[in-house]
């Protein structure tokens, strides 16, 4: 195994922000942690930690349709609570 010469095609690393956010929804608790970084620009890496999912999220992607229900595996009344909650939280930055 020491013979095998390893390649990446990058490997770099970056200073980035982790905001952790739980709440309850309707139906289900959300256990969420959204990450930023200056390479992400305006897109944010949202970990939903109950799933172990995760998506690259912005404002304009998050209202898509189907979009969030897709990547995390949200029914239609879990999606609507995570977008009411993440929302805000998008606009301030």
Do not use: C, W
Request: hydrophobic content about 35%; aromatic content about 12%; overall charge negative.
């Amino acid at each position: 195994m020491s013979d095998i010469k390893l390649s990446y095609f990058k490997n770099e690393q970056e200073p980035s922000d982790t905001r952790f956010i739980s709440f309850k929804g309707a139906s289900e608790r959300f256990d969420l942690a959204i990450i930023t970084s200056n390479s992400l620009g305006k897109d944010y890496i949202i970990l939903d930690m109950n799933s172990n999912k995760y998506s690259r999220l912005n404002l304009d992607t998050i209202d898509q349709p189907n979009y969030v229900e897709h990547a995390f595996q949200y029914n239609e009344m879990e999606a609507e609570d995570f977008r009411a909650y993440l929302k805000p939280l998008l606009n301030e930055n």
